[in-house]
Structures are given as C-alpha cells and as structure tokens.
C-alpha cells in the first residue's frame, strides 16, 4: 500500500473512533468499560435505589410496618407504589408468636437467608408498649460475648490459630481482672484449654490472652471493620451503624474489647445475624434486603430487590474453622441446653447448627442483655438468626431457645406433596 494511501487509511480510523466514542457518550456508556467497572456501575446504582427506598419506608419500618400500598417520593414527583417483601409469613408469624408469649421486657428476632440476604423474619416486642419502635433496627445493645466471633476470627484468619490451640489462663471463667489478664505466668493453679473450648464456654480470661498472645490491636479493629462495624449497613431498610473501639496498644482494654466485656462495642440485631451469616456462607458477607419489588400504579416496575456481595471477610477454609468453634457453642456450650431437644431430634441430624451467645448489663434498653447470634445450613439452604432478650429484673426466655425455635420452624415438619412427589418446608422455602 503506498504511503500516502495507508496514512489517509489511518486518519480514517481516528476519526471513526472519535464518532464511535462520541457515540457512547451520548448513550452514557464507555467504550472502554471493563466488566469489573460495569459491576461497580450496577453495585452504586443498587446503592443508591435501596437508599431511596430506606429513605421512603424508613418510618413505616421502625412503627414495625410493611405496608402494602405507599406513596414515595420518586425522580421528583410522589408515586403510588405496591410493595412485595421478602418477609417469609409463617417464619414472621412464629417470631412475633414466641416473643408474645414468652414476654420479655424487650426482645427481637431477626432472620436473613444466609447467601442471598434476603430478610425473612424481622420480629419486634416491648412488653410496656405494643407500639415501641422496631428494637431490630437499633444498635444501642452491647455486642458482649458476640464480639467473640470477631476475635476469633482474627485469630484464625490472620493469626493462623487452630481450633485446638491451647490457651493458658489465671483466674475465673467468667471474671476479667487486670492482674490475670496481663500474667503470664504458669502455677500449678494455671488454666489451659482450647480456642474451640474457651470460645463455647465464653471464657473471658482466655480471650484477653488471646488477643494480648496472638493479635495486634491493628488485627482486631481490621477484622471489625470487615464485619462491618464502625460503618453504614447499605440495606433498603434504616438500620443503626453498629460501634467498635479498639483500643491502639496492647493491655487490659483490648482485652475487655476482645472478650466483649465492654459496654462501648454495640450492636443491632440485623449486624448480629449478619456476622453469624458470613461465618456459615463461607466468609462472604451479604447486605440483608427485605423489598422484593416496588410496582408503579402504572405497572411499571421501580426497584427489584438482588443480593448484594460485599465480599469475603475471611478465607473459606477459616470460615470452616470458626464454624467449629460456634458448633460447640450449640452442642457442648452455652447453649447446649436450648439446643439439646432440637439435636436429639433424627430429622435435624442433617442440619448442622452453631451459634454464640452473649450477656451484659445494658442501659439502653436497661436491663440484663441475653444475646444469640447463629446460623443453621443442611448443603442447599443457610439460615442465619439474632435473638435478643432485655430483662430488668427477671429472665422469661433464653434468646439461644428462641434461636432455635426458628431454626425448628424453618427446617421442619416437612409435607409431601401428593401431586409432585415434592417435599416442601411447611416454612414455603
């Protein structure tokens, strides 16, 4: 080709490509848009539709209302728009039942599909006012014990501790005193026992070791973080943003801070049930949703809810690891009470189950906290619950019962169906 020809050749391609990209810009697209930034473009968008939606029933919500019908504000005007939720009937129908009729001075139940996010129970009580705000929503509860699950996910995680670590420890179970935390030294009075162990039986000494042992301060604030404490919960329903103070050195206060005997580090009952969904969804981390869909008068759809992934928090094979530790928790721990009728039973020996309760004195509500945070997974489904109890004087019901009050009506009984030959859960799943 001659040189004048070819040259022609190439300004001809240049100016093809500016109309090309002047093309895409008209229609808001890049030419040289990755799939990586396409996603990212789908996540804000997302983002921002579930803002605008939190904003538009947040108050329906906290009145611990789903309306069927509502009017929204909408690309400027006011819509009238049909609401469908995630909320599964019969799961709501047993929360709202349990917490009735057990009566505690305040308590929740909050239950998310553990993969998707989807919201399936979201259950409220407050024995001195029917018409109390939606407690799922506020982080005004310490985490307690809970935060146990950050700490020990830190130390497997980053640290590489094993279940069957040994840790040796001064002093009481449940105490947490200066003088035996920071002691290393070993007596004939010395306590040893194992990661897997310390973290069913909650045993506070043993965490502050821990983390003064194996963690660096750093360690345990990234790992906060991750679950997303110290940050907003993107949900299309308001929700309180859950606190954690980490201390910057090494001492008694971290130690408070890593065994959950502290008020400062607090939580709401949808970031409990969220922590215990990652550790059973393989350390990946979904933001809960509970709008199915919004429909225009006009038949026009305005937002379908979709699972949104922040991403893993931990490795697969850690998430392994700390569901050992909570599995103990539910069958020689502080919960095994509560769960030994629902693990005695032969139709939920394919059911594997975990969880991790805690328990301090609040002072918003005040009163006695009684936490359960926990998850329940048979291969095809996973379930992730927080139930929460207030008491101010006396206990009613232990939050690890009504955890697995759930877990037994969302597994079972199950029904034939004659025409199908289908086996379905009585829960519709």
């Known amino acids: 080709m001659h040189p004048r020809n070819n040259h022609k050749l190439l300004k001809l391609f240049a100016f093809s490509g500016v109309c090309l990209l002047g093309l895409y810009s008209l229609l808001g697209v890049s030419a040289f ?4 930034s396409q996603a990212h473009r789908k996540i804000l968008n997302q983002l ?4 605008q939606f939190s904003k538009a029933i947040g ?3 906290r009145n611990n209302q789903f309306p069927e019908k509502v009017e929204i504000p909408w690309n400027g005007d006011n819509q009238a728009v049909t609401m469908t939720y995630t909320i599964d009937p019969n799961l709501q129908k047993e929360a709202d039942r349990l917490l009735k009729s057990y009566k505690p001075d305040y308590g929740a139940i909050f239950m998310i599909d553990a993969m998707t996010g989807e919201v399936l129970t979201m259950a409220s009580f407050q024995r001195d006012d029917p018409q109390a705000p939606n407690l799922n929503l506020q982080a005004t509860f310490p985490a307690a014990s809970v935060f146990k699950v950050v700490t020990a996910t830190a130390a497997v995680d980053k640290a590489g501790v094993l279940p069957e670590h040994k840790i040796r420890y001064n002093g009481g179970a449940y105490t947490l005193y200066k003088k035996n935390v920071l002691s290393d030294r070993v007596t004939r009075w010395t306590n040893v026992i194992s990661l897997r162990d310390a973290f069913a039986r909650s045993i506070n000494t043993a965490f502050g070791r821990l983390s003064i042992e194996n963690l660096h301060p750093e360690d345990l604030n990234e790992y906060a973080n991750r679950f997303m404490f110290n940050q907003d919960i993107p949900s299309d329903f308001p929700v309180d943003m859950g606190v954690a103070y980490i201390p910057p050195e090494k001492g008694f206060e971290l130690a408070e801070a890593a065994s959950g005997f502290n008020k400062s580090n607090r939580m709401s009952p949808v970031q409990g049930a969220m922590i215990a969904a990652a550790v059973a ?4 981390v979904v933001i809960p949703y509970f709008v199915r869909k919004a429909q225009a008068s006009s038949g026009n759809s305005l937002y379908e809810g979709s699972t949104m992934n922040k991403g893993p928090i931990m490795t697969k094979e850690s998430a392994a690891k700390v569901r050992e530790l909570m599995e103990q928790t539910v069958t020689a721990g502080t919960s095994r009470r509560s769960f030994r009728p629902i693990l005695k039973d032969r139709k939920f020996r394919e059911i594997e189950m975990g969880g991790k309760t805690g ?5 918003n509500p005040r009163g006695r906290v009684d936490w359960f945070v926990g998850y329940a997974l048979d291969g095809e489904r996973k379930i992730a619950v927080a139930a929460i109890t207030v008491n101010k004087k006396f206990w009613t019901v232990k939050s690890a019962h009504l955890g697995q009050s759930m877990f037994r009506k969302y597994f079972g009984p199950v029904v034939s169906t004659p025409m199908t030959d289908r086996v379905i859960s009585s829960a519709s799943h």
């Open 33 to 36: 848009e990755t799939e990586e």
């Open 281 to 284: 969804n393989d350390g990946e």
């Open 359 to 363: 328990h301090l004195t609040g002072d």
């Open 59 to 61: 108050e329906h919500v």
């Open 48 to 51: 921002e539709l579930r803002s």
